[in-house]
C-alpha cells in the first residue's frame, strides 16, 4: 500500500511558479511510475507529467511542455513538479498518482493523493 500527500499550492500571479511535492509512503513507492494530473472546476481530470523509475525518463502534456518540470529524489519518497511561468489556465487541484499501468490516463494509476490547490491571477 502506497499514501500520496501533496503540498506547496498556493495562490500565484501570472508569470510567477510554484513547487508541487508528493511525498509518499511505503517502501515500494520507488518502483513505480508517477504522474501528476490536475482538475478545474468544471473540467476532467487531465494529465499532466509522468515520470518514470528506472530511467527517470518523462512527459509533459502539451499545454506545459516547456514549463513544467517533473523530477523524483528517490532518497526522500518525493516527486515534484517546478511550474514556472504560471496562466491563469493552470488554476485546478493538482493530484499526484502512482503505480500507472500506462502513463496518461486516470484509470491507469492505483494510488491517488488528495490534491492541492493551485490559483494563479491574473
Known amino acids: 500500500q502506497v499514501q500520496l500527500v501533496e503540498s506547496g499550492g498556493g495562490l500565484v500571479q501570472a508569470g510567477g511558479s510554484l513547487r508541487l511535492s508528493c511525498v509518499a509512503s511505503?517502501?515500494?513507492?520507488?518502483?513505480?511510475?508517477t504522474g501528476w494530473f490536475r482538475q478545474a472546476p468544471g473540467k476532467e481530470r487531465e494529465f499532466v507529467a509522468f515520470v518514470s523509475t528506472s530511467t527517470w525518463s518523462t512527459e509533459y502534456a502539451d499545454s506545459v511542455k516547456g514549463r513544467f518540470t517533473i523530477s523524483r529524489d528517490s532518497a526522500k519518497n518525493t516527486v515534484y513538479l517546478q511550474m514556472n511561468s504560471l496562466k491563469p489556465e493552470d488554476t485546478a487541484v493538482y493530484y499526484c498518482?502512482?503505480?500507472?499501468?500506462?502513463?496518461?490516463?486516470?484509470?491507469?494509476?492505483?494510488?491517488w493523493g488528495q490534491g492541492t490547490q493551485v490559483t494563479v491571477s491574473s
Open positions: 511505503g517502501r515500494t513507492f520507488n518502483f513505480y511510475g
Open positions: 498518482a502512482a503505480r500507472p499501468r500506462g502513463r496518461y490516463s486516470i484509470a491507469d494509476y492505483d494510488y
